[in-house]
């Protein structure tokens, strides 16, 4: 009893030390991300990391984050996709890699935004189904991942993509 009394009152002050920032979502567990952790993933890991904003095409011409990949929760919910374990088919279309024109490999990390949050949990969620192994739903809101200077933001539509 007493060791349980004394772990009890060591707990507040071990998580003192623990990181502070915004929870965000991974598969399938919670892990802490910080703005830095993300900027130094796209600047140490490009090949392996992508950006999908899954806001509407409307709110994608206002202003998109420079790294990111359009893919509007609107269409990733439209088609089907098979699972290539199970067979079964399941609602769903595979993200698009906007740099390369073809469906975002499962090995890849993929951070997922949009204007508020929603629609980026339901994005990781659906991935996660799919098979993907690095879904990171990033928690700020659009604009605070402006403010933070993680790229560049820039307008247009998003056929003005392709070369």
């Known amino acids: 009893m007493n060791k349980l009394c004394s772990i009890l009152l060591l707990l507040p002050s071990?998580?003192?030390?623990?990181p502070h920032g915004t929870?965000?979502?991974?598969?399938?567990?919670s892990a802490l991300f910080s703005v830095a952790d993300f900027k130094a993933d796209f600047e140490l890991n490009p090949e392996t990391t992508v950006l999908l904003d899954v806001r509407e095409s409307n709110e994608?011409?206002?202003g998109h984050l420079?790294?990111?990949?359009?893919?509007?929760?609107s269409q990733l919910t439209t088609g089907t996709w098979m699972d290539s374990k199970t067979g079964q088919f399941s609602p769903g279309s595979f993200p698009i890699d906007r740099f390369t024109g073809v469906a975002i490999v499962q090995n890849k990390k993929?951070?997922?935004?949009?204007?508020?949050?929603?629609?980026?949990?339901?994005?990781g969620e659906m991935l996660t189904q799919m098979g993907y192994q690095q879904v990171v739903v990033l928690e700020e809101t659009f604009d605070e991942?402006?403010?933070a200077e993680i790229?560049?933001?820039?307008?247009?539509e998003v056929q003005d993509l392709i070369d």
């Open 14 to 18: 071990i998580s003192a030390f623990a």
């Open 23 to 29: 929870a965000h979502t991974r598969n399938p567990s």
């Open 60 to 62: 994608w011409n206002e």
């Open 66 to 73: 420079a790294l990111a990949s359009p893919n509007p929760l």
């Open 110 to 123: 993929v951070y997922i935004h949009c204007k508020m949050g929603k629609r980026a949990k339901q994005a």
């Open 145 to 147: 991942l402006v403010a």
């Open 151 to 156: 790229c560049d933001v820039v307008q247009g």
